[in-house]
């Protein structure tokens, strides 16, 4: 694995990627080749070694580390700047993909069906200081209330002291805990008032992070535990489970269907591409956008909530017809609409939908045989007809239920296909949280831990000396420089490496590889 690493990071331009030299700390010290820091960490996470200063360590006393390094030992401040500052964060991601486009080469994505999920990992920010306007409103009335408590403990010993009695609490105790209330009180309004401002700025804003601005309280499963952490997608090609594209985000799946597929299927090059999901990515608004863009979604559907109508009464019981746009209802009346869309809006303003409804005057269904059916006691008691409401992307939503329905053994392999990279990477790996803060930053980590495993899956299917062959052919062109100026083949300017990660001078490095 070290020889594909090191075949990989000398044939790619990395100056065209955005990489500079790190500055280093020790003011003389010549820096340090941005080649030599990307083997490290492309070596490190291969290995499940992704600290800094544990990457410091290896470099002093494992031999593949020595060999690749040219046994030069970097601090773990030089390491760690390398995979943070600003022009790598995109320049990480730019390098996941030009391996996947040697993957391509070799014709390891399939290119027609993807699984898109996404993972939560935990974030650098604990849950106290994530804060929300329920939690401070929680707090503040907590501490209001032992205020009140306080003083009613005040009037108890000063009581006592005029009767001449010792208190069972001393004043001064008491005074203490109220003037730690008022301190605690002020600290949340002061929280309280950051929070409104951010909601000027952005009235989505919901939440803050202190310590990882970026991070969000998002759900960890289905039974409702939340943590604060980022939402990783991945888009996973079905071919050989290879990761075509990834995105670190901080909201949950239902906005991000056609953003992570588009993504999925630029990077693929495909013309037109069948997406894999489950049902928490079922939005009717991203299931158009798909079809918009030639992407044919196999979406699972939430199961729909039937407690106020009886069977056959129900809104698949209604046939839409299209060319007169209305609903005709079971026993053969027409619901017609005004054209007039509405909007549903979310408990933090976002908007969930848009539809138009279709009505039954009230006086023909309180005449219909199948009133005491189809009209709830509502509708009976403030006078109003059946009613149904059409989504104004229905359409897409219908087309994607009836594919899943009739292509169930496709949808059954949706969890073969994208669960199993999550599982090497958080189980097998650990990588089930964030070293960096900030999306930006992360997203550059999470860059490597993709590529790490797309490395390993292309040594698993083709072997070492096949992929490094394919490294060569792919990015030839920035061997031929070298082979014009030493005289040397492909092969040996693969070996002589020309100082690439060095330090040292070209010619000493030869000298000590001769040697």
């Known amino acids: 694995m070290v020889r594909v690493v090191d075949a990989f990071v000398d044939a790619i331009n990395l100056a065209q990627l955005g990489f500079v030299h790190v500055r280093a700390h020790r003011r003389g010290a010549?820096?340090?080749?941005?080649?030599?820091?990307?083997?490290?960490?492309?070596?490190?996470?291969?290995?499940?070694?992704?600290?800094?200063?544990?990457?410091?360590?290896?470099?002093?006393?494992?031999?593949?580390?020595?060999?690749?390094?040219?046994?030069?030992?970097?601090?773990?401040?030089?390491?760690?700047?390398?995979?943070?500052?600003?022009?790598?964060r995109k320049a990480l991601k730019a390098v996941f993909r030009l391996f996947n486009r040697v993957l391509d080469g070799a014709e390891l994505f399939g290119k027609e069906l993807v699984a898109i999920d996404g993972t939560k990992m935990r974030a650098q920010n604990s849950k106290k200081n994530n804060i929300s306007e329920d939690k401070i409103q929680k707090r503040l009335d907590y501490h209001e209330a032992r205020f009140v408590e306080y003083l009613d403990e005040l009037d108890r010993a000063d009581a006592a002291i005029g009767r001449g009695e010792e208190p069972a609490v001393s004043p001064e105790v008491i005074n203490k805990a109220l003037d730690e209330i008022q301190q605690r009180t002020q600290k949340l309004e002061g929280l309280l008032d950051l929070l409104h401002q951010a909601q000027e700025e952005d009235p989505a804003v919901r939440q803050i992070s202190l310590t990882d601005p970026d991070a969000r309280s998002l759900p960890m499963n289905n039974l409702g535990h939340t943590d604060i952490a980022y939402n990783v997608q991945s888009a996973v090609d079905d071919k050989n489970y290879l990761v075509a594209d990834f995105s670190v985000q901080n909201v949950s799946d239902v906005h991000l269907l056609s953003q992570t597929a588009t993504a999925a299927k630029?990077?693929?090059?495909?013309?037109?591409?069948?997406?894999?999901?489950?049902?928490?990515?079922?939005?009717?608004?991203?299931?158009?956008?798909?079809?918009?863009?030639?992407?044919?979604?196999?979406?699972?559907?939430?199961?729909r909530d039937y407690k106020t109508k009886e069977e056959g009464f129900r809104k698949e019981d209604f046939e839409y017809d299209a060319d007169k746009d209305a609903y005709i209802c079971p026993v053969g009346e027409k619901l017609t609409t005004n054209g007039t869309v509405y909007e549903k809006h979310g408990r933090n303003g976002q908007l969930q939908n848009r539809f138009r409804r279709y009505r039954l005057p009230?006086?023909?269904?309180?005449?219909?045989?199948?009133?005491?059916?189809?009209?709830?006691?509502?509708?009976?008691?403030?006078?109003?007809?059946?009613?149904?409401?059409?989504?104004?992307?229905?359409?897409?939503?219908?087309?994607?239920?009836?594919?899943?329905?009739?292509?169930?053994?496709?949808?059954?392999?949706?969890?073969?296909?994208?669960?199993?990279?999550?599982?090497?990477?958080?189980?097998?790996?650990?990588?089930?949280?964030?070293?960096?803060?900030?999306?930006?930053?992360?997203?550059?980590?999470?860059?490597?831990?993709?590529?790490?495993?797309?490395?390993?899956?292309?040594?698993?299917?083709?072997?070492?000396?096949?992929?490094?062959?394919?490294?060569?052919?792919?990015?030839?062109?920035?061997?031929?420089?070298?082979?014009?100026?030493?005289?040397?083949?492909?092969?040996?300017?693969?070996?002589?490496?020309?100082?690439?990660?060095?330090?040292?001078a070209p010619e000493r490095w030869a000298q000590s590889r001769r040697a």
Not at 461 to 473: F, P, T, W
Request: aromatic fraction near 12%; include cysteine; charge should be positive.
């Open 362 to 504: 009230f006086a023909k269904c309180r005449s219909c045989i199948c009133a005491a059916f189809c009209l709830t006691e509502s509708a009976h008691r403030i006078r109003h007809g059946r009613h149904i409401e059409r989504s104004l992307d229905e359409a897409a939503t219908e087309a994607n239920r009836l594919r899943v329905l009739n292509s169930r053994h496709k949808y059954k392999r949706r969890q073969a296909i994208v669960e199993h990279p999550f599982g090497t990477i958080k189980r097998s790996w650990g990588f089930y949280y964030t070293l960096l803060k900030g999306k930006e930053k992360v997203s550059g980590e999470y860059s490597l831990v993709f590529l790490a495993y797309n490395m390993r899956r292309a040594v698993s299917i083709l072997g070492v000396s096949d992929l490094i062959e394919r490294v060569k052919r792919l990015f030839f062109r920035f061997f031929a420089p070298w082979r014009a100026v030493t005289g040397l083949s492909t092969s040996s300017a693969l070996d002589f490496r020309a100082g690439a990660g060095r330090s040292v």
């Open 266 to 303: 630029a990077a693929l090059g495909a013309e037109t591409l069948d997406i894999l999901a489950d049902k928490g990515y079922h939005y009717g608004a991203e299931l158009q956008k798909c079809a918009g863009n030639q992407i044919v979604t196999y979406v699972a559907y939430p199961d």
């Open 30 to 88: 010549p820096p340090y080749h941005p080649a030599l820091l990307l083997k490290i960490y492309i070596y490190g996470y291969l290995n499940r070694v992704r600290s800094s200063r544990r990457l410091e360590l290896e470099c002093g006393r494992n031999i593949e580390l020595l060999w690749l390094t040219g046994c030069q030992q970097p601090s773990y401040h030089t390491i760690s700047d390398f995979r943070s500052i600003k022009p790598h």
